[in-house]
């Protein structure tokens, strides 16, 4: 755990006490700070009490004796509308903060020249977050992951010369993260997201924007969208920091950019020279992840030379397990390999799965549905051999695949594996897939989509264990 002593002696209100919640009270109590600690559910009441942090209803007290509000990153700070403990602290004066922002303050006291990477964007921040720590971790350093994927971020070792921090961070994160400066930062993409949250995609990409514009060493940015190309070339006008850019549309100057699964940048004169090749990778397949790898590289090339030495890259690339429920490769049975994406909750996730295959999908899909459903998924269509409908879904995307594509109504997860993968089986062809990429949200049938994930892998085991007899 990170002891915050930046507030020694001064009394810090915190909100929401979730897991990043609950480590951000030990955190600064640990560092001698008073702590009046409150959740808007009995529940994260309870939980807090039960872990012996201070609970102080935060309705009756006089908000002036704060020096700041830590606000947990779920709690809405400006849109649909400031949140009643926002709007308290702005009265009175007080700074409102995350959980990241503590622990970037606590770096400058503590250890300032310690290393941190940090990643952003709409799509691919997990894989990418996760690909650097491996690589830095097979290179033989002390790495620490987490942030907006797996450890809340005080939970993680102190920051130290010697030990690299890589950080995951979402738009929420970010807002509430004004003296964020990491040693090298990622932003991918931007694509409308999080409007709710945000207000307009304008509010959203400036948010972005903000992680690397503080960049102490170098800004890794994907330019492939209107929004990041432009906050690309509006660094590249300033003195700082350093900007490589990637790409996976065409050869580019002053970065990598990946095509037919290798990674490339330009050495003198134009010459192309390959960094790395991505080919027979499960886990960096389709093209997205072409475009995760060069920014990995990118971020990690960008870092001192001690943290670099004596790795190699290639070697790092093939030995990456990738993320559990995001083109995870669950089992093989006779010719068909059995596909975990429960993760791609939306279209435009799912689109990123369709695309990594040439065709013979054999394609699971359902659940609660998001808005506009999977329309946009129409390129893909003649990749599927067949659609198997489960979860609330069923009808509306019965109606969008209509006669595109064979499809039946599976109803649930298991008859719809257990029909996919005899269909698959059956059916000879090279390279079948059974793919479930469900293009929505779990909460009709599971509690989240790694349960969703999970029953899948399960299911695909049982298969295969009755398929060899056991």
Same mark, same amino acid.
């Given at each position: 755990?990170?002891?915050?002593?930046?507030?020694?002696?001064?009394?810090?209100? +915190?909100?929401g006490l979730g897991a990043s919640g609950l480590a951000t009270v030990r955190a600064l109590m640990e560092?001698?700070?008073?702590?009046?600690?409150?959740?808007?559910?009995?529940?994260?009441?309870?939980?807090?009490t039960d872990a012996g942090c201070p609970v102080v209803d935060l309705t009756q007290v006089?908000?002036?004796?704060?020096?700041?509000?830590?606000?947990?990153p779920g709690v809405p700070l400006t849109h649909p509308e400031p949140h009643w403990t926002v709007v308290k602290a702005q009265a009175a004066g007080v700074e409102i903060i995350g959980d990241v922002e503590l622990f970037f303050r606590d770096r400058t006291v503590s250890a300032p020249h310690s290393p941190v990477v940090a990643i952003t964007g709409t799509n691919g921040k997990s894989t990418t977050t996760a690909l650097i720590a491996h690589i830095l971790r097979e290179y033989g350093n002390d790495v620490q992951l987490g942030g907006n994927i797996g450890r809340a971020v005080l939970t993680l070792e102190p920051p130290a010369d010697n030990r690299i921090h890589v950080l995951e961070l979402s738009s929420f994160q970010i807002d509430l993260s004004p003296g964020a400066a990491p040693t090298v930062a990622v932003l991918?993409?931007?694509t409308p997201d999080h409007i709710d949250r945000h207000g307009t995609v304008e509010h959203y990409a400036?948010?972005?924007?903000?992680?690397?514009?503080?960049?102490?060493?170098?800004?890794?940015?994907?330019?492939?969208?209107?929004?990041?190309?432009?906050?690309?070339?509006?660094?590249?006008?300033?003195?700082?920091?350093?900007?490589r850019r990637v790409s996976i549309r065409g050869a580019i100057d002053r970065g990598l950019y990946a095509r037919d699964a290798r990674v490339f940048e330009r050495g003198a004169e134009g010459r192309e020279i390959e960094r790395a090749n991505l080919a027979g990778i499960p886990t960096l397949r389709g093209s997205h992840n072409?475009?995760? %790898? @060069?920014?990995?590289?990118? %971020? +990690?090339?960008?870092?001192?030379?001690?943290?670099?030495?004596?790795?190699?890259?290639?070697?790092? &690339?093939?030995?990456?397990?990738?993320?559990?429920?995001?083109?995870? +490769?669950?089992?093989?049975?006779?010719?068909?390999?059995?596909?975990?994406?429960?993760? @791609?909750?939306?279209?435009?996730?799912?689109?990123?799965?369709?695309?990594?295959?040439?065709?013979?999908?054999?394609?699971?899909?359902?659940?609660?549905?998001? %808005?506009?459903?999977?329309?946009? &998924?129409a390129p893909y269509f003649s990749r599927i051999a067949k659609a198997y409908l489960i979860g609330e879904a069923t009808e509306e995307f019965a @109606?969008?695949?209509?006669?595109?594509v064979p499809f039946e109504r599976s109803g649930t997860l298991d008859v719809a594996v257990r029909n996919a993968a005899s269909d698959a089986l059956a059916s000879g062809k090279p390279g079948s897939v059974v793919l479930l990429s469900?293009?929505?949200?779990?909460?009709?049938?599971?509690?989240?989509?790694?349960?969703?994930?999970? @029953?899948?892998?399960?299911?695909?085991?049982?298969?295969?264990?009755?398929?060899?007899?056991?």
């Amino acid at each position: 755990m990170i002891r915050i002593t930046t507030f020694k002696d001064r009394t810090v209100a +915190v909100f929401g006490l979730g897991a990043s919640g609950l480590a951000t009270v030990r955190a600064l109590m640990e560092g001698g700070a008073r702590v009046a600690a409150w959740d808007d559910s009995e529940a994260g009441r309870k939980a807090a009490t039960d872990a012996g942090c201070p609970v102080v209803d935060l309705t009756q007290v006089n908000w002036r004796e704060f020096a700041a509000l830590v606000l947990a990153p779920g709690v809405p700070l400006t849109h649909p509308e400031p949140h009643w403990t926002v709007v308290k602290a702005q009265a009175a004066g007080v700074e409102i903060i995350g959980d990241v922002e503590l622990f970037f303050r606590d770096r400058t006291v503590s250890a300032p020249h310690s290393p941190v990477v940090a990643i952003t964007g709409t799509n691919g921040k997990s894989t990418t977050t996760a690909l650097i720590a491996h690589i830095l971790r097979e290179y033989g350093n002390d790495v620490q992951l987490g942030g907006n994927i797996g450890r809340a971020v005080l939970t993680l070792e102190p920051p130290a010369d010697n030990r690299i921090h890589v950080l995951e961070l979402s738009s929420f994160q970010i807002d509430l993260s004004p003296g964020a400066a990491p040693t090298v930062a990622v932003l991918l993409n931007v694509t409308p997201d999080h409007i709710d949250r945000h207000g307009t995609v304008e509010h959203y990409a400036e948010v972005k924007r903000r992680l690397v514009d503080k960049a102490e060493g170098t800004a890794v940015i994907g330019i492939d969208d209107d929004w990041c190309a432009g906050i690309a070339e509006s660094l590249e006008a300033g003195a700082k920091p350093n900007v490589r850019r990637v790409s996976i549309r065409g050869a580019i100057d002053r970065g990598l950019y990946a095509r037919d699964a290798r990674v490339f940048e330009r050495g003198a004169e134009g010459r192309e020279i390959e960094r790395a090749n991505l080919a027979g990778i499960p886990t960096l397949r389709g093209s997205h992840n072409w475009q995760n %790898a @060069a920014a990995a590289i990118a %971020a +990690v090339e960008a870092l001192p030379e001690k943290f670099r030495a004596g790795g190699d890259l290639q070697a790092a &690339l093939r030995s990456f397990p990738g993320l559990p429920h995001r083109l995870e +490769v669950a089992q093989k049975i006779g010719p068909v390999d059995f596909i975990n994406d429960s993760k @791609a909750t939306n279209a435009d996730s799912t689109e990123k799965a369709l695309a990594s295959f040439e065709g013979n999908i054999y394609w699971i899909l359902g659940g609660k549905p998001k %808005a506009g459903g999977i329309t946009t &998924l129409a390129p893909y269509f003649s990749r599927i051999a067949k659609a198997y409908l489960i979860g609330e879904a069923t009808e509306e995307f019965a @109606a969008t695949l209509g006669d595109a594509v064979p499809f039946e109504r599976s109803g649930t997860l298991d008859v719809a594996v257990r029909n996919a993968a005899s269909d698959a089986l059956a059916s000879g062809k090279p390279g079948s897939v059974v793919l479930l990429s469900p293009a929505c949200a779990s909460y009709d049938q599971f509690k989240n989509f790694e349960v969703r994930g999970d @029953a899948f892998k399960k299911l695909v085991a049982h298969l295969a264990a009755e398929r060899d007899g056991r």
